[in-house]
């Protein structure tokens, strides 16, 4: 089966650059959020969380109209591995075996939760991207594997799997931002099971169809 790639196969000469203007912006965006927002678990503001969503947003879409697909390109999946295996694991495994005193536990969550995640979910999509998927599902990928962190899910699964009592309350920062504080652990639940009409809505939206229009590219066939 024949699948033109929206950014090679468009009309418009505009849409073959959507990559690289995503992929500068993304990155001078992570820069501005790295060097000048607080490394905290505390969401102290919520535009401080708009540039942390806006730069990857802009990291999703550079994967997702990467115009080069192939499966020869493989060797670019690589590169997580090195920055995985270089700084974020090891840097990871130091908390836990250097930080006795748990005096960098803002740190830890930042180079967990903020980095080693999303790069995975990045990872996952650039390698479905490159192997032949299109950009919409890849949009797709991205899109659930950020709702699925932020739906609350973690946060009830660490009481389950952990042995730890199951608390009255929980305290996460990205529910109190919806919530305006901590929620019980009851509610945490509900507010994991709201998120997957929306998650199953993401999946079922006709993306690749909107992109084709877009952009002027041929329908997939």
Known sequence: ?????????????????????????GAAGFAFVWLATPHTRDIEA??????????????????AFFPWVSPRLHW?????FVVLTGYLV??????????????????FYTHLYLLLYPGIVLSVAAAYRIGGGSPGRCLKIMA?????V????????????????????IDAPHINLFTGGPISFG???????????????????????????????????
Not at 76 to 80: E, F, G
Not at 144 to 148: A, E, K, R, S
Not at 208 to 217: K, M, P, V
């Open 1 to 25: 089966m024949n699948h033109p790639d929206p950014p090679l196969d468009a009309r418009r000469p505009w849409a073959a650059h959507i990559w690289w203007i995503a992929l500068a912006t």
């Open 187 to 221: 509610a945490a639940i509900v507010f994991t099971l709201a998120h997957v009409p929306i998650i199953a809505g993401i999946n079922l939206l006709p993306l690749d169809r909107w992109i084709e229009r877009l952009t002027g590219a041929a329908p997939r066939r």
């Open 90 to 107: 090891p840097r990871i495994s130091w908390f836990y075996y250097g930080d006795g005193a748990r005096a960098h536990g803002d740190a």
């Open 144 to 148: 659930t594997g950020v709702l699925i």
């Open 150 to 169: 932020f739906s609350g899910f973690l946060d009830v699964m660490w009481q389950v799997v952990n042995p730890v009592a199951i608390p009255e309350t």
């Open 46 to 63: 919520a535009w401080q969380l708009a540039a942390k969503l806006l730069a990857f947003a802009c990291l999703c879409c550079a994967i």
């Open 76 to 80: 670019l999946l690589y590169v997580p």
